[in-house]
């Protein structure tokens, strides 16, 4: 049967190395903190600050459009900062009046102190000129324009700095794309601190009851910090030399999912010394001997988590192509810790991890296969039990999963910022003076030769366009004719025109995507019916750009999915040396990832009234539960496969499940709460993204890894199983047979 064991040469090579590693344990473990200290003093820190990586979808139409129009007018029309002043019982036409000198001096250079500012653009709402406001003359929304190279904290920085200046009465605050992106890292950077204490004391906790000591928390501990040191130097020097914009997003996950995942691979080396301790193996014995049983399973885990997130690259997605290295580098460098230092450490301090208890009789059983689990092991390989619960889980996992079927994406980055966030309340009075969309209007670009001469035909498509759903109020060629607003709607060259649109609703939302597109996909019949069907027609906005991003990675997801799957397939084949059990085992990661999905459409979408999900975290939940997944089933059926050297592969899940079940439960545990303390975070999409990876996670635990898995392996084994019990079967029946007389 010894051709039935998980990556035979691999184990070798793992028992080598595992030799290797304690015999340098009094090395090792000092390099590591070394390159900790030393990646912290050489290396650059993670970019801080916010961007806009995510609303720039490559090759896009809509800045190709916003682009054109910066070209070929004079005034523009799309401001990603705004500031807000507002009394509802109206406002003084004092405020007015500063509004308008504030914005000729800032055109004309002559504001100091504001020398990002290139323009400003204040509007009231006076139904004369904005139709569709809700109130007449309670709000002032002054649109700010800045150089193209002004980072979005500079930015940020300038705008608030007008409006203290200029916009003291009445003033609600900044709002806009830039200051709710800034605001979003702001949120992000306070909880940073919070969220890593949280992780390292739920550690401390778990990991310190469940073996109910001291060192072996620790142990743990010392792991993840070196790790995430490392981890988080090595990938702002990856963005560095990359000229990868990381965004801000990926080192929350970072904490959660390098913490996570040391404590769970460092439960498996712990559980093994302990074990071997207990049998009566010296300290530096028992740490090799853990190693030689874990290494192959956690160095395929961790591979398969790194390159599983690596997959991300594939797709378009700005986003994605900076976090999918990010987290891959981690899980790398969480994967070479724990199968260096851990079992270093372990050589070094022995029975002292287990402090103040020494391993006894109860460790060497594992503390496991006892009670009901072992009732349970043995029940889930009876053909007709396992084929039931089978049949029970794909049930209740593609009931979870249907809540999916209706899921929504939106960007909606003020709406994912607390309510009481300065950029949040002023966005929400913006609203209430005019309508959602009027901080970012979608425009409508018109190129042909002479356009601007066809005054009846641009009035007829506005007019066209003022009645399209979701449409609050149009500003085009109908109220703002070229002698009031040179250069506002009609070009000086004569051959282009533009009308803005003022949403209803918010402007980077799910709906306003789904508008957007339907407008694009209409414009050109809208522009014959005006007659102006010979005309060149585009759409600019972040409503725009945010319906690309979408499309996007919704169109990404085939190729990340694929991409994703086939390592998860590879390695999981190469790992069991088999190709039928990761068929079945991923087709479970995926079922479990449907219906977290799922359950997460209906909590936030429906629910709780959001009406959408954050446009990312489908996806990047999607790859992560998918490799996390397949490295759990990584931990289950490598030791049931290890087993199945020596008996029936059913005899083998009989046994193993039970063992394992206390140390699976541990690690999937860990990891579920350490994802669910990002919601500490206080994002609406951290909420969303919590929610699904701890749900995912304790799925892949309670239900694919303790009952799914084991009653697939029972069910369908493997053909080389299958052939190694027959060929055991026909040994024993030979053995049992009564000898022959030999012939005289």
Wanted: hydrophobic residues 55%; charged residues 15%.
């Amino acid at each position: 049967m010894s051709g039935v064991g998980p990556m035979s040469s691999v184990g070798r090579l793992s028992r080598g190395a595992a030799w290797l590693v304690l015999r340098l344990r009094w090395l090792i473990v000092p390099a590591w903190v070394a390159a900790a200290v030393l990646a912290t003093l050489n290396l650059p820190p993670l970019g801080q600050g916010a961007t806009l990586a995510s609303l720039e979808p490559q090759n896009s139409a809509a800045a190709r459009a916003e682009a054109e129009m910066g070209r070929r007018f004079d005034l523009p029309l799309l401001a990603r900062s705004a500031v807000v002043q507002r009394d509802a019982r109206g406002l003084p036409p004092s405020a007015e009046r500063r509004a308008l000198v504030a914005a000729q001096a800032a055109a004309a250079g002559r504001d100091p102190g504001l020398s990002d500012l290139r323009g400003a653009l204040p509007i009231t709402n006076v139904p004369g000129l904005v139709p569709g406001s809700r109130e007449d003359g309670t709000t002032l929304v002054t649109y700010l324009f800045f150089a193209p190279d002004a980072s979005l904290d500079s930015q940020n920085a300038t705008a608030q700095a007008y409006a203290q200046r200029h916009a003291r009465q009445a003033l609600v605050g900044v709002a806009g794309v830039v200051p709710a992106r800034v605001s979003q890292w702001e949120k992000i950077d306070a909880a940073l601190p919070v969220v890593t204490l949280a992780t390292v004391v739920l550690i401390l906790l778990v990991v310190g009851l469940h073996f109910r000591a001291v060192g072996a928390p620790l142990i743990t501990l010392a792991a993840a910090a070196v790790a995430y040191l490392v981890a988080v130097r090595l990938v702002g020097w990856l963005g560095e030399r990359a000229g990868l914009s990381v965004p801000q997003e990926v080192e929350p996950v970072m904490i959660v999912l390098l913490l996570g995942v040391v404590t769970d691979y460092s439960v498996f080396f712990l559980s093994g010394t302990r074990r071997r301790l207990a049998e009566g193996d010296g300290r530096v014995r028992a740490a090799e001997l853990a190693a030689c049983a874990n290494v192959p399973i956690v160095f395929t885990a961790g591979l398969i988590v790194a390159l599983s997130t690596a997959a991300l690259v594939v797709g378009h997605s700005k986003f994605f192509q900076a976090f999918g290295p990010g987290l891959a580098l981690t899980a790398l460098t969480a994967m070479l810790v724990a199968m260096t230092f851990v079992p270093a450490a372990l050589g070094i301090l022995g029975g002292a991890a287990f402090w103040p208890r020494r391993p006894d009789a109860r460790d060497a059983r594992d503390v496991g296969p006892r009670g009901w689990r072992v009732l349970l092991g043995a029940l889930i390989t009876h053909p007709v039990v396992a084929a039931v619960v089978v049949v029970a889980c794909v049930a209740g996992l593609g009931f979870a999963a249907w809540g999916l079927h209706d899921a929504r994406l939106g960007l909606g980055l003020t709406r994912d910022l607390p309510q009481d966030a300065a950029a949040a309340r002023a966005e929400r009075a913006a609203a209430q003076g005019f309508a959602p969309g009027v901080l970012s209007p979608t425009v409508v670009l018109v190129e042909a030769r002479g356009v601007t001469r066809r005054t009846a035909q641009l009035v007829a498509l506005e007019r066209e366009l003022a009645r399209r759903p979701g449409v609050a109020a149009t500003f085009g060629p109908a109220q703002v004719p070229a002698r009031v607003v040179p250069g506002a709607v009609l070009s000086r060259d004569g051959g282009a025109a533009r009308v803005a649109l003022m949403l209803g609703v918010d402007p980077l939302g799910a709906q306003a995507a789904h508008d957007v597109k339907a407008l694009q996909s209409d414009l050109p019949a809208l522009a014959r019916r005006a007659g102006l069907g010979d005309a060149r027609l585009a759409v600019a906005g972040d409503s725009a750009l945010a319906a690309e991003t979408i499309d996007g990675m919704l169109h990404d997801l085939a190729r990340v999915g694929l991409a994703a799957l086939l390592v998860n397939f590879v390695l999981l084949a190469v790992f069991l040396r088999a190709v039928g059990p990761p068929v079945y085992l991923l087709a479970a990661s995926v079922l479990a990832l449907a219906a977290s999905l799922g359950l997460a459409t209906i909590v936030f979408q429906d629910r709780l009234d959001y009406g959408e999900l954050t446009y990312y975290v489908p996806f990047a939940c999607a790859v992560l539960l998918v490799a996390l997944g397949s490295d759990y089933n990584v931990f289950v059926t490598g030791q049931i496969w290890q087993r199945a050297r020596d008996m029936p592969l059913r005899r083998a899940v009989a046994v193993t499940t039970p063992r394992v079940s206390r140390a699976i439960t541990v690690a999937g545990l860990t990891l579920a709460l350490s994802f669910a303390l990002l919601a500490i975070v206080p994002l609406r999409s951290f909420r969303e993204f919590a929610f699904t990876m701890a749900v995912g996670v304790l799925l892949e635990t309670f239900i694919v890894r303790s009952l799914l898995v084991p009653s697939l392996i029972s069910l369908f084994g493997s053909k080389r199983h299958r052939e190694a019990q027959r060929e055991r079967e026909e040994q024993e029946a030979r053995r049992r047979r009564p000898a022959q007389p030999t012939p005289v």
